[in-house]
Structures are given as structure tokens and as C-alpha cells.
């Protein structure tokens, strides 16, 4: 029994294979730096620029813009924008792309809410005509992915001018579908995490200005110390977490006179020995408070020198 030796590969098949492997190798290497690097403590201006110098570099594309709305869904004022490549487009511009990608996106939520199965892509290569307004330079053909989150349209991610083909593939519509839905993820998670730092703070805000509450003479003290603090670190050119930092510890510097006694706080004479040594315990006091607390065992440090000279 002989089996016919295997016929080798006509050139253009392997080149095909080969091209397609790279392409799908480079879009995997470029969804896992995408989804390392979103952090939600970045802002999101700069993390999308950055991002979208790296999908620029896989789509091929003359412009790729990434539109988002802040908190609020209904909100009326212009979009935020961040976008990269060569074609130039005004603000005119890209109200008149947005209109059009938000208006695909709010049909397809509604239409989902009636079964249909339209995900609201806009997908056109005839933009010219459909669009009738003058463009800098001949938009041939444009692709808008909507970014969505349970049903919450939060923007758009679009890219214009399909460069080295006639129009855009369904390899690149599946991979701006993969980046959009990073981008909601990201921008879902940055909602939440300052929704969650607002609480924080504003609890925080609470505790010190009931401590400081306590004495006429210093209401509104921490609050005026960490605004300062903060003007401060922001004059000096420190990096953003840093400059939270330093507003943190002003505001909570004065917490350790939660465990003095408030006839020694309020005293309006002079205080006596013991009584002052009361008073110099409360940075120490306020340390020990806060490294109790893992997130703030850094901000403890501070507290606990405040005083020193």
C-alpha cells in the first residue's frame, strides 16, 4: 500500500497563510497591550491617545478618534475627543461624525429592546454623498463602533480612510469591536473607582470636619490645610498620585484629636503641662489611626511628623 507524498503549497497560499498569521498575531499582541495597560487611575485623554497610536499601527487607517461622554448619558455638551493620524478634521467635523455614529448606536439600543439583532456598527463607504458637508480631504470610508455598557451608549470609536485597501474588512470591524469593548470596560471602571474615591473622600471630609467642629477656633482648619497642601504639590510639579497624597494627609493631619479630650481642646485659657502634653500626643494618635488602615499607612507617616520643626 503507498500513500501519494503530500503536494507542497501553491506560493500564494503560503503567503496567505503567512500574512494572516502575522495579522492575527499582531492584533492579539495589540488587545494584550490594550488590556494592560488600562488602569483607571489614568485619565482617560491620556490613555486613548496612547492607545490609539497602537490600534493605528494594526487597522491602517488615515484617522482613528475614540468620542466619550462624561457621567452623564444625556448630556448635552460636545463630546470629549482624543485621536491620532494624519487626515485633518475641525470641530465641525467631527460633531457631523458623531451626530451620525451616536444616532446608529441609540437606534441599535432601541432596537435591541425590541429584539432586533442590529449592534448599531456604522459601516459606510460612500461618506461623500451621505454627508453633505465640504471635507478637508475625500472621506471614502468610515466604520464607528459603538462603546457600550449594559445598554448605556458611553461613545464611539471610529476609524476613517482605509489605507492599502479599498475599504475596511471584517478583520478590522472584529478588532475595533474587541477595543471598543475594552474601552467601555475601562471607562465603566473608571466611573465607578471615582464614584467609589468621591465616597471615600467625602467621608473622610465628614471625620475631619467633626474633629475640627469640636473647636470653634479651628473649624474648617484640615480643609483649608489640605487645599493649601495640595496647591502646593501641584506647584511642584508632583506626579498626581503624590499630590493626593499630600492632600490626604493635610486633610486628616488633625485626626489624632479624636483621642484628646474636648474640655482640653476647647480650653479657652492657658493650658497646663499635662494638659499640653495631651495636646502633643495627637499626632502620634492620629498615626496609629491610620496605619491601621493598609491604604493609608503612607499617609500615617506624614501625620505623625506634622509637628515637627
Known amino acids: 500500500m503507498s500513500c501519494d507524498s503530500p503536494q507542497p503549497r501553491d506560493n500564494n497560499d503560503l503567503e496567505a497563510l503567512t500574512s494572516s498569521l502575522s495579522q492575527s498575531y499582531e492584533e492579539i499582541a495589540l488587545l494584550h497591550r490594550v488590556s494592560d495597560g488600562m ?21 491602517n487607517a488615515e484617522k482613528l478618534i475614540i468620542f466619550w461622554r462624561g457621567n452623564n448619558e444625556t448630556d448635552v455638551e460636545p463630546p470629549m475627543v482624543a485621536s491620532v493620524g494624519a487626515l485633518p478634521l475641525s470641530r ?30 456604522l459601516i459606510d463607504s460612500d461618506v461623500d454623498r451621505s454627508y453633505s458637508y465640504e471635507w478637508p480631504k475625500p472621506i471614502r470610508n468610515i466604520v464607528g463602533i459603538p462603546i457600550r455598557r449594559d445598554q448605556q ?4 470609536l471610529v476609524a476613517l480612510n482605509k489605507i492599502g485597501k479599498p475599504d475596511f474588512d471584517s478583520i478590522d470591524v472584529k478588532l475595533l469591536i474587541s477595543v471598543g469593548n475594552e474601552i467601555a470596560v475601562f471607562l465603566e471602571n473608571f466611573r465607578l473607582y471615582h464614584e467609589m474615591q468621591e465616597l471615600f473622600l467625602g467621608s473622610l471630609r465628614a471625620l475631619s470636619n467633626s474633629i475640627d467642629a469640636k473647636d470653634t477656633y479651628t473649624c474648617g482648619h484640615s480643609e483649608r490645610v489640605a487645599f493649601i497642601c495640595r496647591h502646593l504639590a501641584e506647584k511642584l510639579s508632583f506626579e498626581p498620585t503624590r499630590i ?37 500626643k495627637h499626632p502620634q494618635i492620629g498615626a496609629d489611626i491610620l496605619k491601621s488602615i493598609k491604604q493609608m499607612e503612607h499617609i500615617s507617616r506624614i501625620v505623625l511628623s506634622h509637628h515637627e520643626r
Open 153 to 156: 451608549n458611553l461613545g464611539v
Open 92 to 121: 465641525v467635523h467631527l460633531d457631523v461624525i458623531w451626530d451620525r455614529s451616536t444616532a446608529c448606536a441609540s437606534q441599535a439600543v432601541q432596537n435591541q429592546s425590541a429584539g432586533s439583532g442590529l449592534n448599531g456598527i
Open 39 to 59: 488602569r483607571v487611575t489614568q485619565q482617560p485623554q491620556d490613555l486613548f491617545s496612547r492607545l490609539l497610536h497602537d490600534v493605528l499601527e494594526v487597522i
Open 244 to 280: 493626593n497624597n499630600v492632600y490626604l494627609a493635610g486633610l486628616l493631619h488633625d485626626v489624632g484629636k479624636i483621642g484628646v479630650s474636648e474640655a482640653v481642646l476647647c480650653k479657652p485659657g492657658r493650658l497646663t503641662d499635662d494638659e499640653f502634653t495631651q495636646i502633643k
